[in-house]
């Protein structure tokens, strides 16, 4: 075992390594990677590198010497030799030889007309390079000759040139001088505008070389391939109208006749560029039978054909639209989807000029004019509009062909491309007849936004495809229910503003009038327009889902009421919630203690009721002044388990059901919809319950109020106006409160077994709530009493004491008022009790009150409108529109439902806090006591 180990041992203290090295490490030391010993090895004498630092070659003007390879050379792969003098190195670089036509510097130079040749036909090398001077009417091309082209003709052995009365071209054709010479010099020129202030000017090879020529083929020799050319050069320049090449064929254009395929804006024999002034091109009608889903004779899917066309003129075929225009890369399948009809798409990226799949691409420059084609194969020409193109006045801003990108035009004779130009968005509009012709579409429009920048920066570019249908309809139909719902309003604030300066014997136009008029128009307002906007999402969930050939798509935000109306009444409710929390929390309240106080034994020392009662009653009204009859998390979190667990958001969006690979965006109107069916549907359910099964078996808030005030003799006086409020008659039917359990006991179990009275305040009635309209002379004896205790809130013994006894005695002879007024002791301070006519409920209207007060008997007890308990409505409308808004501006149902749990926060806590403080100060009760 240990003779094993140390041989192990032997064996590692002998192993060998090496350094990990690259060809890119060799190159930086001056040598190259050998591939055999993985090392870098420096190349022998006449050698230098190969490109890729994987070997040696011989360096200029030095040749492959065969002969010494074959002698068997060692240590190096190749050896390479001069050439002797007189003689200089063979194109294949394995020999030197001697030339007959002469030497310059390292290379055989042969007199025009004629080519270098180094082998014989069969492909021996020749001994020495000799010169072959070619035949009349053909030129040197390399190393043969070529006949004469372009117009050139023979001029001499192997020399070939253009006839008289013509030039050479700079594509080596000829054609006449004077169409050549027309040619302006600053035609020959690109200029980019870029980003900022970057602009380049380029002498442009492509210009130089093919604009003359196009111009004369085109014009002298009626060449529609040179014509062609023309036209893509006028494209690359936009269309510029002041362009030699827009210029020249517009001229063309103007001297030939223009009907080819019908149109009168395509010129015959000429691309078509330009549409004449009249008639809108895209005004025509197609009975394509667009539509949402799928049928038998429906079209789902728009088929939308480029016939495309090289820088040269050729015609390249025909393409889909959306396989070019779309640079940003996506699956097949979704980019597929850009014709499908309603579908609102868009596809948007970052792209970098420099990638390799772009540039593999679009290396080829194409021009493409745009058609959509049919179910019958007939084509329909679509109007294309440049953003960058400004048209000469009273000339038409479409035109017919576009390009994707332009890596050409730039490109200077060094090869280099000083810009480029890029199609940064396209856009395709698809207009819907709409008005009883479903399924019909005006000509699409195409528009195209070109951006010039540098060839290796990263830019925006994007695809949309949008479709839009005429509302106008509809959009009236809004404006019209607005106006109806402002009328409505109007009246309303007229009748309610009767009552309202009769319950406050107003007759003054005040600021405060001025406030309770906005206050009334917002609120009838904020709820008319409400059920409008639900009735119309509902109107267009329902029309939309179920829409077969199109007639009519959703409306946008740009051109719909609906948004400013939704916003108008989400600030009308706020207003109306603002104004119900104020009114609540400065109301005057008034609990009225009919306990007599017991026989006092002496004089001296005078008898007082407990006050206990009062504060349990107190405490209990106070405890009721934020409750609803909702519970508004429950109703948030049921909504969004609704919308996001049983896939109820489904319903906002604007996907058509033909669509089943793009991820559609939702769509505003459809949202508000899905919300409202949902919100409304819980708001509801949670109604009935209360309404039908928590407040009969479980919890009567307000009722269960009203037997703790008969079980403590305490009635409850509420004014909300001056001379308006509501009345809870609480006195016992057993005339007094301030006894034990057992006595209290026996007190429930003779009502039980209607051995006393009823507890209304009418013999024989067991009614005790009001609606009552109080006398003036009432209101003035209270008013007097309660500026006392106003006035000396603030005083010194109010802050020792919490209050003062001038307070104390100011609160019992309003309690000793309020008994003497409701038990008809005064003969001119009065009220009768009477019920309301329907008609008065319904408009709440307000009698005329002189000497004697109105007290109308409330079975429904209204007093609840003193209460958050009885404004649900509002404060379900306000809840909702809050979370609708903050959806339409976020697109987001939690942040909707937070924003609008948040304000519940708020404004319960509000209520909370300045209805207590209210509280303490008209009942002098301390708010220590009101938890």
């Not at 013999?763 to 006398?775: K, M, R």
Request: charged share 10%; glycine share 8%.
């Amino acid at each position: 075992m240990r003779s094993a180990l140390l041989v192990l041992a032997g064996i590692l203290a002998h192993a060998h390594s090496f350094d990990y090295t690259t060809a890119a490490t060799c190159a930086a030391a001056g040598t190259y990677l050998d591939g055999s010993s993985l090392d870098c090895l420096r190349c022998g004498a006449n050698q230098s590198i190969t490109a890729d630092s994987l070997g040696c070659q011989c360096a200029t003007g030095f040749y492959l010497n065969s002969s010494v390879l074959g002698a068997g050379l060692t240590g190096v792969s190749i050896a390479c030799a001069a050439c002797p003098a007189g003689t200089v190195l063979r194109s294949r670089g394995n020999a030197c030889g001697a030339c007959e036509g002469g030497i310059t510097g390292s290379s055989c130079v042969c007199p025009a007309g004629s080519f270098l040749s180094e082998t014989y036909v069969n492909g021996t090398s020749r001994t020495n390079a000799t010169c072959i001077v070619c035949a009349l009417g053909t030129q040197p091309s390399g190393r043969a000759c070529v006949p004469c082209s372009g117009g050139q003709v023979g001029i001499s052995a192997g020399v070939c040139g253009c006839p008289a009365s013509t030039s050479l071209a700079g594509d080596g054709t000829c054609w006449p001088a004077a169409a050549i010479a027309a040619v302006p010099a600053s035609a020959l020129v690109m200029r980019f505008t870029g980003p900022g202030a970057f602009v380049a000017v380029t002498p442009s090879v492509l210009f130089s070389t093919a604009l003359a020529s196009a111009y004369a083929g085109c014009l002298a020799g009626n060449n529609r391939t040179a014509c062609q050319v023309l036209a893509n050069l006028c494209v690359l320049q936009l269309y510029q109208p002041t362009h030699f090449a827009c210029s020249s064929y517009s001229a063309i254009a103007g001297a030939r006749g223009a009907n080819t395929n019908d149109w009168p804006s395509w010129p015959d024999g000429l691309p078509w560029l330009y549409y004449s002034s009249t008639p809108d091109p895209t005004s025509p009608v197609l009975a394509v039978s667009a539509s949402l889903s799928r049928g038998a004779g429906l079209t789902t899917q728009l088929t939308l054909r480029l016939a495309a066309y090289s820088v040269h003129g050729i015609f390249a075929g025909w393409l889909d639209l959306g396989s070019v225009a779309q640079l940003c890369p996506n699956t097949a399948a979704v980019t597929a989807a850009y014709s499908t009809v309603g579908l609102e798409y868009s596809n948007r990226c970052t792209l970098n000029l420099t990638n390799t799949a772009f540039q593999a691409a679009y290396a080829a420059l194409q021009f493409f004019d745009p058609y959509l084609m049919d179910t019958a194969s007939t084509l329909y020409p679509i109007p294309v509009r440049i953003a960058n193109y400004q048209p000469q006045l009273g000339a038409s801003p479409y035109v017919r062909r576009f390009f994707m990108y332009d890596q050409l035009s730039g490109q200077s004779a060094s090869g280099t491309a000083a810009a480029v130009r890029v199609a940064t968005s396209i856009e395709l509009s698809v207009r819907f007849q709409g008005q009883g012709n479903a399924g019909n579409i005006f000509v699409p429009l195409l528009t195209v936004t070109y951006g010039d920048y540098l060839p290796t920066a990263s830019i925006a570019v994007g695809y949309s495809t949008t479709f839009s249908s005429p509302n106008d309809q509809y959009y009236n139909g809004m404006v019209v229910a607005a106006g109806v719902c402002a009328g409505l309003a109007f009246l309303s604030c007229l009748v309610g503003m009767t009552s309202w300066r009769r319950r406050n014997k107003n007759a003054n136009i005040d600021f405060r009038t001025l406030i309770e008029t906005v206050v009334m128009l917002a609120s009838t307002f904020s709820t008319l327009i409400t059920a409008v906007l639900v009735c119309a999402s509902l109107y267009w969930l329902i029309y939309y889902r179920n829409e077969k050939a199109v007639e009519h798509l959703l409306p946008t935000k740009s051109s719909d009421p609906f948004v400013p109306l939704l916003a108008v009444a989400v600030v009308s409710k706020l207003i109306e919630v603002a104004h119900i929390i104020y009114m609540q929390t400065h109301a005057d309240v008034f609990f009225i203690d009919w306990e007599q106080p017991p026989a006092s034994s002496t004089s001296e020392a005078p008898a007082f009721v407990p006050l206990w009662r009062t504060v349990l009653v107190a405490n209990e009204w106070n405890e009721l002044q934020s409750c609803r009859k909702t519970y508004l998390p429950l109703q948030l979190i049921a909504v969004l388990l609704f919308l996001y667990v049983a896939g109820a958001d489904d319903l906002g969006s604007a996907a058509p059901q033909s669509n089943d690979t793009y991820p559609s965006s939702d769509h505003y109107l459809l949202r508000f919809a899905s919300l409202a069916i949902l919100y409304f549907s819980i708001a509801i359910v949670q109604l009935v319950v209360y309404g039908l099964v928590y407040s009969r078996f479980i919890e009567d808030k307000l009722g269960q109020f009203t037997d703790l005030c008969s079980v403590c003799n305490i009635s409850v006086f509420i004014l909300g106006d001056s001379y308006h409020g509501y009345y809870i008659h609480g006195r016992s039917v057993h005339g007094y409160a301030e006894v034990d359990m057992w006595q209290m006991r026996e007190n429930l179990k003779k009502e039980e077994a209607n051995m006393t009275g009823h507890r209304g305040l009418l013999p024989n009635s067991d009614l005790q709530t009001f609606e009552i309209h109080v006398p003036a002379m009432l209101r003035d004896q209270l008013d007097a009493v309660l500026l006392n205790l106003m006035y000396d809130e603030h005083g010194p013994e109010r802050a020792r004491t919490g209050v003062s006894d001038k307070a104390i005695h100011g609160h019992r002879n309003v309690n000793r008022l309020l008994c003497a007024f409701l038990d008809h002791s005064f003969r001119d301070l009065d009220y009768v009790v009477q019920d309301r006519t329907a008609l008065a409920g319904l408009l709440g209207l307000t009698p005329e009150i002189f000497s004697r007060g109105v007290f109308y008997m409330d079975a429904a007890a209204s007093v609840s409108s003193m209460l958050l308990l009885g404004q649900e409505t509002a404060l379900l409308l306000l809840d909702f529109l809050v979370f609708a808004v903050i959806d339409l501006l976020a697109t987001n149902y939690v942040a909707g439902a937070a924003v609008a749990f948040a304000l519940y926060l708020i404004y319960g806590t509000l209520r909370d806090n300045l209805g207590r403080r209210n509280l303490g100060r008209k009942t002098l009760i301390d708010e220590r006591f009101l938890i």
